[in-house]
């Protein structure tokens, strides 16, 4: 029997008609039509699925949403308003892309792109963690934090790591 929960999603607080059990990426994907994260393998394997809970990533495929009743959820579509709002910007600046969305821009990163959302939760929530990282503290964050390393099928991981510095440069400034 489905549940009536409360969740806040990119600063919106929703009421999602449920099982407390459904993954949480179920519920954002097919309950309020946010289709940002991704299905890739649905056993935390992966990442594409990735989206920030009080600003910290977790795997959306394996979360049941009851997990995040309580909880901030950030998917990709919510990257703007949560830049805008760090920057103290109004309502229009959440029109702006966030730095990293920007940077997947300039350095041309996304390949198919399926697991690119995945990849740009990761960037956003290590650079509000570490504003300056080093090559291997990028490495380190797409590879070594549990539960598993972020997977790209087109090898487009050279071109995150540009991408991470040059959105660290423009969020310092
Ligand atoms: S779909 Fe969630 S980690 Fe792969
Ligand atoms: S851009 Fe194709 S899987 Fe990463």
Redesign the pocket.
């Known amino acids: 029997m489905a549940d009536q929960l409360k969740l806040t999603v990119n600063g919106t607080e929703q009421t999602v008609s449920v099982t407390a059990e459904m993954p949480l990426?179920y519920g954002l994907r097919n309950e309020l039509g946010l289709s940002g994260p991704?299905?890739?393998?649905?056993?935390?394997?992966?990442?594409?699925?990735?989206v920030l809970v009080d600003g910290s990533e977790i795997?959306?495929?394996?979360t049941p949403v009851s997990a995040v009743v309580g909880k901030k959820v950030t998917t990709i579509e919510g990257l703007p308003a949560l830049w805008a709002a760090t920057k103290g910007h109004s309502e229009t600046g959440s029109q702006t892309l966030h730095p990293v969305q920007q940077a997947w821009i300039d350095e041309q990163v996304p390949q198919c792109g399926y697991c690119q959302s995945?990849m740009m939760i990761v960037a956003a929530e290590l650079l509000t963690k570490n504003p300056d990282p080093t090559v291997p503290e990028i490495k380190d964050a797409y590879t070594h934090k549990p539960?598993?390393a972020h997977l790209c099928r087109c090898g487009t991981y050279a071109a995150i790591i540009s991408a991470v510095q040059r959105a660290a440069q423009v969020m310092k400034s």
């Open positions: 990426l991704r299905y890739g393998c649905g056993l935390a394997q992966c990442g594409a699925c990735a795997r959306s495929c394996i995945g539960p598993s």
